[in-house]
Every structure is written in structure tokens, then in C-alpha cells.
């Protein structure tokens, strides 16, 4: 039982500790948001698709690949895109702050706590079946996002429209490239990829950091109620839907810890300047995601200490 507590505590307490990191820095004086902000855009255009590209690329397909796995992934987050369209809008009857939660809802940080969560776990370079969940899940969670942002402020969706934000997003793009580059019969040259994984390791320290510097609980006062339903749909409801079903079904070890990840993450970071680009409600946007990201060190450790003292993880 100490080992579990112990295990579960590593994988979070890192989190937790950079977050605090970011925001005693900006107490101090250090660093500001909109320094934050222009590091948050950097970070969402060239770090995270990096940090996907790296998992993907080095990720042996025919050691990791489990279609079962694979179509579970397909069919929850199809089974959740309702969800997230039509829940907010019965729970919040603004059209616009709607689709901003349900697209919180939809969006999982999976790319950062997955890394960070399976490695702790199973060690450095260890983590295919997660890396392998990540290269589908990201990108349909990112097509899924536009396609609530657009039929919820727009109250439908242009299939021109969607395809082009699809394509240009830059998770889906590292995913390709990944994809592409995995087919050829050459490898990327050592010094070409010692610049990969120095940009992908820097991805998740900067990330928590920034999270922490944004924290400012005082704003998100004028959205409480709001960010109470956003943050109890996205942690608590999505995780009590799909992960019973995935134990039921035999998930185990790795693929487990994978789907774990993916229906209990937070918010993804990634999806404020998305929300903000398309319109939506930019302060609530950022507040889901700080607010989703506090809990879910919470919800997390929960989560990874009872499949590990259940034998599961």
C-alpha cells in the first residue's frame, strides 16, 4: 500500500510543484502573463507538436499497436462529442459559454500528463502504447474541438471550415509528419534528432510553469458557477463514464494507464488560444483550464493509486 501511495504521489507531485513554481514567479515579480502568454503560443505551435512528433516517431507500431485498444479510443470519444455538445448547453443557457465548456470538456491535456503520469510509472522511454493512444487521440480530440466551437457559436458547422482548421492545426500536423517519416526506410540523422528531444523536454517544464502563472482564483469569481460545471463534466463525469468501462472490457497495465489518461487529464492547454482564435469566451476558456488542472492532481493521484492497488497499472 506505501509503494502504491508513493507511486501515485510521484506521478502528480511534480506537477503540482512546477504550477506553484510558476505562480510564486509571478508573485515575485519574475515573470508576467503576457510574457506567459506570447511563451503559451510558442509553446502551442512548436514545443507540443514536437514533444508528439518525438512520442510518435520513436513509438515501435508493431510491439504497441492493440486495435482493441485503438477502436475503444475511436468509439469513446465519438460517444463523448454528444456529450459535450449537448450537456453545457442544458446546464449554461449562454450559446457561446456552452461551447466553451463543452469544448474544455472534449479537449484533454493528454499530451503532458501522459508523458508525464506513464513515465513515472513504467520509466523513460517505456511508454509506446501511450505514445501510440496520444498520436490518435490528439488529433481527433482537436477536430472534435473545432467541430463544438463551430456548430456551438455558429450553430453549425462548414465542412470547408472544419477541414481547413483540422488540417492546419499543428498536433495534427506533427502527427502526419511523424506518421510520413516513420515510413520511409531511413532514420533522422543524430544530430537532427538530439535538437528533437531537446525541444520536446522542454515541453511539459514550461507548460506547468505557465499554468501557475495564469492561476489567479480571484478572476474566476464572476464564473464560478460556470466553472463548477465545466470542471465537474470534464474530471469527474467524463472519468466515471469511460474508465469503469474500460476495466470491464480487460484493459490492463500500459493501455490502461493510457485510457486513464486520456478520460482523466485536464483541460488541455492548448485549448485557450484555440477557444480565443474561434471566438469563444477567451477568460473562461483559460480559467477551465487552470481550474481542471488544480483538481485534477487530486483526481489524478486518486486515480493511479486505486488501479495500482488493485494490480491494474
Known amino acids: 500500500m506505501r509503494e502504491n501511495f508513493l507511486a501515485a504521489l510521484g506521478a502528480v507531485l511534480p506537477m503540482a510543484l512546477l ?3 510558476g505562480a510564486g514567479t509571478r508573485r515575485a515579480g519574475v515573470v508576467d502573463r503576457p510574457t506567459m502568454r506570447s511563451l503559451d503560443k510558442l509553446t502551442f505551435r512548436l ?8 512520442n510518435i516517431y520513436e513509438t515501435d507500431l508493431s510491439q504497441n499497436f492493440d486495435p482493441r485498444e485503438i477502436l475503444f479510443v475511436v468509439l469513446a470519444l465519438a460517444a463523448l462529442l454528444p456529450l459535450a455538445l449537448l450537456l453545457p448547453r442544458r446546464l449554461e443557457p449562454d450559446p457561446v459559454r456552452a461551447a466553451t465548456i463543452g469544448h474544455a470538456m472534449m479537449r484533454t491535456n493528454y499530451l503532458l500528463f501522459g508523458v508525464t503520469v506513464a513515465e513515472s510509472i513504467y520509466g523513460e522511454g517505456r511508454i509506446g502504447s501511450v505514445a501510440l493512444v496520444g498520436a490518435v487521440a490528439v488529433p481527433i480530440t482537436n477536430a472534435l474541438g473545432v467541430v463544438i466551437l463551430e456548430s456551438g457559436l455558429s450553430g453549425r458547422t462548414s465542412p470547408g471550415k472544419l477541414a481547413l482548421s483540422i488540417l492546419k492545426n499543428p498536433m495534427v500536423l506533427a502527427t502526419l509528419a511523424a506518421l510520413g517519416l516513420m515510413a520511409l526506410p531511413v532514420r533522422l540523422p543524430a544530430l537532427l534528432w538530439g535538437v528533437i528531444r531537446d525541444l520536446a523536454g522542454v515541453t ?3 507548460s506547468f510553469i505557465s499554468l501557475g502563472v495564469s492561476l489567479d482564483l480571484g478572476e474566476a469569481r464572476a464564473n464560478r458557477r460556470r466553472l463548477a460545471v465545466g470542471t465537474g463534466l470534464r474530471t469527474v463525469l467524463v472519468p466515471l463514464v469511460f474508465l469503469p468501462l474500460a476495466v470491464a472490457l480487460g484493459f490492463r497495465g500500459q493501455s490502461l494507464c493510457a485510457l486513464m489518461v486520456l478520460f482523466a ?3 488541455a492547454v492548448a485549448s485557450y488560444p484555440m477557444a480565443v482564435a474561434m471566438g469563444a469566451d477567451g477568460p473562461l476558456a483559460g480559467q477551465l483550464v487552470c481550474a481542471t488542472t488544480v483538481l485534477s492532481v487530486f483526481t489524478m493521484f486518486c486515480c493511479t ?8 497499472l
Open 19 to 21: 504550477m506553484a513554481l
Open 265 to 267: 487529464a485536464p483541460t
Open 47 to 54: 514545443f507540443m507538436p514536437v514533444l508528439l512528433f518525438k
Open 204 to 206: 511539459t517544464t514550461l
Open 305 to 312: 493509486f486505486l488501479f495500482q492497488s488493485l494490480g491494474l
